[in-house]
Nanobody
Framework: QVQLLESGGGLVQPGDSLRLSCVLS????????MAWFRQPPGKDREFVAA????????SYRNSLKGRFTISRDSAKNTLNLQMNSLEPDDTAVYYC????????????????????WGQGTQVTVSS
C-alpha cells in the first residue's frame, strides 16, 4: 500500500520561503509520477507542480513559475516543493499526489490521474 506523508507547512509572512516535503513509503520514488496540488479556503483543488516518472521532466502552474520549484531526493525517497516569495494567495492546504503510471504532459495537471494522495499540510501566508 502506497502511503504519502507531507510535512513542512506552517504560518509564514508574505515574502517568506517554505519547503514542503512528501515521503513515499514502501516504494521507489522513481517509479511514480509525483505532483503537488493545493486547495485554497473555499475554492476547488488546483494543480501546483508535477515531476514526471523517473524525474524526466517537470510542469508548473503558469502563475507559479519562477517562485515554486519541485524536486526529487531519491536518496530519501522524498518529493520537495520549494516555495519562495510567498503571497497571501498561496494560503491553502497542500497535497502530495502520486501515480504509478507515466503520465503525459497534458495529463499532469489533472487530479483524477493520481491514485494516491497524502493527508495534506496547511500553509498560511499572513502578516
Amino acid at each position: 500500500q502506497v502511503q504519502l506523508l507531507e510535512s513542512g507547512g506552517g504560518l509564514v509572512q508574505p515574502g517568506d520561503s517554505l519547503r514542503l516535503s512528501c515521503v513515499l513509503s514502501e516504494r521507489t520514488l522513481r517509479g511514480y509520477t509525483m505532483a503537488w496540488f493545493r486547495q485554497p479556503p473555499g475554492k476547488d483543488r488546483e494543480f501546483v507542480a508535477a515531476s514526471k516518472r523517473g524525474g524526466t521532466g517537470t510542469s508548473y502552474r503558469n502563475s507559479l513559475k519562477g517562485r515554486f520549484t519541485i524536486s526529487r531526493d531519491s536518496a530519501k525517497n522524498t518529493l520537495n516543493l520549494q516555495m519562495n516569495s510567498l503571497e497571501p494567495d498561496d494560503t491553502a492546504v497542500y497535497y502530495c499526489a502520486a501515480s504509478n503510471r507515466g503520465l503525459i504532459t497534458s495529463s499532469l495537471a489533472n487530479d483524477h490521474e493520481y491514485e494516491f494522495w497524502g493527508q495534506g499540510t496547511q500553509v498560511t501566508v499572513s502578516s
